[in-house]
């Protein structure tokens, strides 16, 4: 209110003095100078309170829209900063729960490689053990329009001095091999497998003749057994019989090997080169 009384004192005194400085040829008789020189003091006077007045009133303004800044600053300071530590919380929360799962995924993954593999090494045993009644012969010269099971029996009967004739025989027939240079080797598969163990025992007979007998090994027990055989630091001697593997290290003992193990996993000690 007083602001408002001040501003109408003030504009009162700045329109006498631009009507007295605009009449001031007319009413110079009649006012004497002394009383003008103190009425234009005063009004001068007031103005300067006025004006100060509303400095102060201005600066006041500013110091308060700097507090209410300053405030909305403090505050927004601490919102942001509980923000962070929720979102930090949240993030953290989030992370443990994926790194329990993913614990437990590698878990289930570890478990499910274990029965794979026990899996897989069942399959190999199955396959391997349909195989008992097979041999696998090489060497023997290929003829156009060959009858291999008869080729074969010729060969039992005058190498082995072998009782065994065609009709011993379910199927005997060469398969692939990649060297181009050596004939195919003949699979045979006997009806009994005690003719196929008469033909193994007494295989030897073949040395030096060229043409060699083994067991019809699938590709991961032929895998296992080159594996085994190649091993000449831990391995003295390496043989298959009835599909199984059996090697001799350099102690002289003999070992029994399946599918999926190792010889690490047996504990088989590498022989030690004296310097």
């Not at 234009?40 to 006077?45: F, S």
């Not at 027939?173 to 163990?197: C, G, L, M, N, Y």
């Not at 999926?260 to 310097?275: E, F, H, R, T, V």
Request: proline content about 2%; aromatic content about 6%.
């Amino acid at each position: 209110m007083a602001t408002g009384t001040s501003s109408t004192l003030l504009s009162y005194f700045k329109r006498k003095r631009n009507n007295s400085s605009t009449s001031s040829g007319s009413t110079s008789s009649s006012t004497s100078p002394d009383t003008k020189k103190l009425k234009d003091n005063l009004e001068d006077t007031f103005i300067s309170i006025q004006e100060t007045e509303e400095l102060e009133n201005t600066m006041s303004e500013v110091n308060i829209v700097e507090l209410v800044t300053k405030e909305v600053e403090n505050k927004l300071d601490v919102f942001f900063a509980n923000m962070k530590e929720k979102i930090k919380e949240e993030v953290k929360e989030v992370i443990d729960s994926v790194m329990k799962r993913l614990q437990g995924l590698e878990k289930t993954v570890e478990t499910l490689s274990m029965e794979n593999k026990d899996l897989k090494c069942k399959l190999v045993e199955l396959e391997q053990y349909g195989r008992r009644p097979n041999v696998r012969i090489f060497g023997v010269r290929e003829e156009q329009g060959e009858d291999c099971k008869a080729k074969v029996a010729k060969l039992l009967q005058t190498k082995l001095n072998l009782d065994i004739r065609a009709g011993d025989m379910d199927a005997a027939h060469r398969v692939p091999q990649r060297a181009k240079d050596r004939p195919k080797p003949i699979i045979v598969r006997f009806f009994s497998r005690d003719d196929k163990e008469r033909v193994m025992r007494t295989r030897k007979k073949l040395k030096n003749t060229g043409i060699s007998i083994s067991e019809d090994l699938c590709i991961e027990m032929l895998q296992l057994y080159n594996r085994v055989k190649n091993d000449t630091l831990r391995v003295q001697d390496c043989w298959a019989w009835r599909g199984n593997i059996f090697f001799k290290d350099h102690r002289g003992m003999t070992h029994k090997i399946h599918y999926g193990q190792s010889l690490q996993d047996l504990d088989i000690p590498a022989m030690q080169y004296k310097a």
